[in-house]
């Protein structure tokens, strides 16, 4: 199956000279200042971009920084501000968001452990919903001011949705039930609450890469027409900076490596991305469409959990990969020095030295964790494996401040290894071998027995042992949560209430979205019909 795609390659400057680097670095130092600037703006009046899409944020900044940057620049420099504030916003509309708490759980420990005894208090869950009240307070906290009412009123009249029409006179109905002046109250009280947190520091903008596009008729890539010349080629852009309408870096070319030149010019606008690197070098990004092979779902699975502790990847069939841990303490050594100058003093700045080496340490180890992904694939296509189930990790923030014998806390090495991006480059590197990659929700696989269904977090006996507290079903912590991963894919029943089929439409599944409490009662659901079915057909 082939669908249409997009695929880069890196072009990296040889011998550039140290006026041309430093015109580009200049530049790119300008570039984050007019970010910088306009990401203190966005942070002053969060509540007026919330609900922006990405045209009306661009058109609406246009007029600030139209004279500042080139036209070359200003879409690519806006786009950039927009998704680094996507996280922030949709933390404050998942804040401003009003549910009426309908259920309290006491939770209570199951077994004896090393400070509390069967049966102490271990905690409150609670289960929440969504009311008409709540969606009416939700909606004044996001755009209640002294004028709603007559724009409801408007809105209600103008209307020809029947949904949109009911929602904005169920609003109506509560604001006169309830009385204006007292919902807003409630409204503003959360408002400024939230506004005040995410308000506290702008985004700030550090890196020296930036993107634009190139508006030459000729090909932004060409060959160096002097041939007794020691460069190969050359990158040529439009600039429009210091009096300059074209950027030539010269490039190191390969033609096995990069094939036909033309493959990377689209018409009179091409966009690129230029990286500055360590030693005065430039590395240049650029894109071109074409076909890709999409392998599809076959019946042979395999469960596949991510974590940081023993391994990096654990198959359900015994299978794992391991990444550098000489590498990752040598790593942690050096971002503990820097947290020691930090603390020592507050104002303290990387220097360029040990910026390079920490940058440098990064890409061994993810270069290395690369290359065990490849032997993991070709093992996989020995035994016949064709698809590869992970748990979706995406925006997996795990708050442990728990340390190893580094002095490295969990959440650290977490960041350190791209956890939550590293199914993504198992599928890169996966569809070259032929097998298709599925995602889960990441609930309670390491909770959950296999063999009855329990789900506790008492189960977990340690990190590395799973013990079950209603069967005494005893397994390898990662290789049972391994188990229930697959599990989510092979059972008809949890597939289909738990997932659906993902975008690229080759077969493969992605996870629903769902509340964490919904895929727990799915389970439980699950193991009742599991064991109704066993009462009825003993055998089975």
Not at 322 to 339: A, N
Not at 401 to 411: A, H, P, V
């Amino acid at each position: 199956m082939k669908i249409q795609s997009r695929y880069s390659k890196s072009f990296y400057s040889d011998r550039l000279s140290d006026t041309k680097y430093q015109e580009i670095y200049v530049f790119a130092v300008y570039l984050n200042k007019i970010k910088n600037e306009i990401s203190k703006e966005v942070n002053s009046n969060l509540l007026f971009y919330l609900d922006m899409s990405k045209f009306e944020f661009q058109k609406y900044l246009l007029q600030e920084i139209k004279n500042k940057v080139h036209s070359n620049f200003v879409k690519q420099l806006l786009d950039d501000i927009y998704i680094a504030y996507q996280n922030k916003f949709d933390g404050i509309n998942r804040k401003l968001k009003f549910e009426q708490i309908c259920d309290y759980q006491i939770l209570l420990y199951k077994r004896k452990t090393k400070n509390h005894k069967i049966g102490d208090f271990k905690g409150i869950s609670k289960k929440t919903k969504t009311t008409e009240l709540s969606a009416t307070l939700t909606y004044l906290a996001r755009y209640g001011n002294e004028n709603i009412i007559p724009y409801l009123l408007e809105k209600f009249v103008k209307e020809t949705d029947e949904k949109k029409e009911k929602f904005y006179a169920t609003i109506l109905d509560h604001i006169y039930k309830y009385g204006f002046g007292r919902l807003m109250k409630l409204a503003l009280s959360r408002r400024e609450r939230v506004i005040k947190h995410y308000s506290k520091y702008p985004i700030n903008f550090t890196s020296l890469t930036f993107r634009g596009r190139s508006r030459l008729t000729s090909d932004i890539v060409s060959y160096n027409e002097n041939f007794n010349s020691c460069i190969k080629a050359f990158i040529n852009v439009s600039w429009s900076i210091n009096n300059r309408k074209k950027l030539t870096i010269p490039v190191k070319y390969s033609k096995d490596f990069y094939k036909d030149m033309k493959r990377y010019t689209n018409s009179t606008d091409t966009s690129y991305t230029l990286c500055l690197e360590e030693n005065n070098q430039i590395r240049m990004i650029l894109s071109y469409a074409d076909n890709r092979e999409m392998p599809e779902n076959k019946s042979n699975f395999v469960g596949i959990d991510i974590n940081s502790k023993h391994n990096l990847f654990q198959c359900n069939n015994g299978d794992t990969i391991d990444y550098d841990r000489k590498l990752v303490e040598t790593l942690s050594k050096e971002l503990l020095k820097i947290d020691k100058c930090k603390k020592r003093n507050k104002d303290y700045e990387i220097g360029k030295r040990r910026s390079h080496k920490i940058k440098h340490l990064e890409r061994e180890l993810h270069s290395k964790i690369r290359e065990e992904i490849v032997k993991l694939c070709k093992r996989f296509n020995s035994q016949g494996i064709d698809h590869a189930i992970f748990e979706n990790l995406t925006g997996f923030e795990e708050k442990c401040f728990c340390k190893d014998e580094n002095d490295l806390n969990y959440n650290r090495r977490i960041k350190l290894l791209k956890l939550s991006s590293l199914k993504d480059e198992f599928e890169h590197i996966a569809r070259k071998y032929v097998i298709a990659v599925s995602l889960v929700h990441s609930c309670y696989t390491s909770q959950t027995c296999p063999k009855c269904g329990c789900i506790d977090s008492e189960n977990r006996k340690s990190q590395e042992e799973f013990e079950c507290i209603e069967c005494g079903y005893i397994a390898n912590a990662d290789i049972n949560a391994s188990e229930n991963i697959k599990e989510r894919v092979v059972s008809t029943v949890l597939r289909n209430e738990l997932l659906k089929n993902s975008k690229l439409d080759n077969g493969t599944f992605e996870p629903k979205k769902l509340k964490r409490e919904k895929v727990k009662e799915v389970l439980l659901s699950f193991r009742y019909n599991l064991e109704k079915d066993k009462e009825i057909n003993p055998s089975t």
